[in-house]
């Protein structure tokens, strides 16, 4: 069975700084945070980049798909701007530079691939050679999920000890049998439809209940008390501060 910690800073700490930078999770670890979760994409060439849009025009200052630009076009960008002036000049990271970071701060992670479309397999692949790479088997183990089953299936065969955890915005009546399928170890519903008892079957079934994204103190405290393992928050200082003992 993976650990994961009660709380988990959704993009870093998304509503405190700019989502899926460095910055951001140096934010979530200020706030109390022991892992973030973040969003994995290709570049043109392959190379894997933490950013949630298929476009860089939200997040950055550049403009069309990530898919269409190269890791040095991408790296010039400023990706804190648009959040505030005090984060002008934070880039898109790469997955490399996040892992040392987490590394230097003691933190764990749970990795989201969220491919382009059509680069399922391949997101996959590249996120799991670089989490074998540069990632110490002595270090937290993460999680690797995401919402696109090829990409599951990608990371199984590519490497199989890498847990892997069953992403849906609600679970849908065979999804018991996907993640069995999939060999999936953790399940992420999202809260808006999660009801109590899929969350004692997912206890029962032996896996780990990660839900996101919840940022509001109530309803944290209740999905708790039903069960659920980690909260997957926008604000980790503010719902971990509402869950303490
Ligand atoms: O991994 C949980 C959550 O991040 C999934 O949705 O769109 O925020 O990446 P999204
Ligand atoms: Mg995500």
């Given at each position: 069975m993976i650990s994961t910690p009660r709380i988990v800073g959704h993009r870093g700490a998304k509503a405190n700084a700019p989502e899926n930078t460095l910055a951001a999770f140096r934010r979530a670890h200020a706030e109390g945070a022991t892992w973030v979760e973040f969003d994995a994409k290709l570049t043109k060439e392959g190379a894997v980049v933490i950013i949630h849009d298929e476009l860089l025009d939200r997040t950055t200052n550049g403009k069309g798909p990530v898919a269409a630009h190269t890791l040095a076009e991408i790296r010039a960008l400023d990706a804190g701007s648009w959040?505030?002036?005090?984060?002008?000049?934070?880039?898109?990271?790469?997955?490399?530079?996040?892992l040392a970071l987490f590394l230097e701060l003691g933190m764990g992670f749970n990795i989201e691939v969220k491919p382009c479309p059509g680069r399922e397999a391949e997101t996959a692949r590249a996120c799991c050679?670089?989490?074998?790479?540069?990632?110490?088997?002595?270090?937290?183990?993460?999680?690797?999920?995401?919402?696109?089953?090829?990409?599951l299936e990608a990371a199984r065969e590519a490497a199989p000890a890498i847990a892997r955890g069953y992403l849906a915005e609600e679970l849908g009546k065979s999804w018991r049998a996907e993640v069995e399928a999939l060999g999936c170890v953790a399940v992420h519903p999202g809260w808006k439809r999660l009801t109590r008892q899929q969350v004692r079957d997912i206890k029962e079934a032996g896996l780990r209940a990660l839900v996101w994204t919840v940022n509001e103190p109530e309803r944290a405290r209740e999905l708790v008390a039903w069960g659920v393992d980690s909260i997957i928050t926008d604000a980790p200082?503010?719902?971990?501060?509402?869950?303490?003992?």
């Open positions: 959040f505030g002036p005090a984060f002008a000049g934070e880039r898109v990271p790469t997955l490399e530079e996040a050679a670089v989490l074998e790479r540069a990632w110490p088997k002595s270090a937290p183990a993460p999680v690797l999920s995401s919402f696109k089953r090829a990409a200082g503010l719902i971990g501060g509402a869950l303490a003992p």
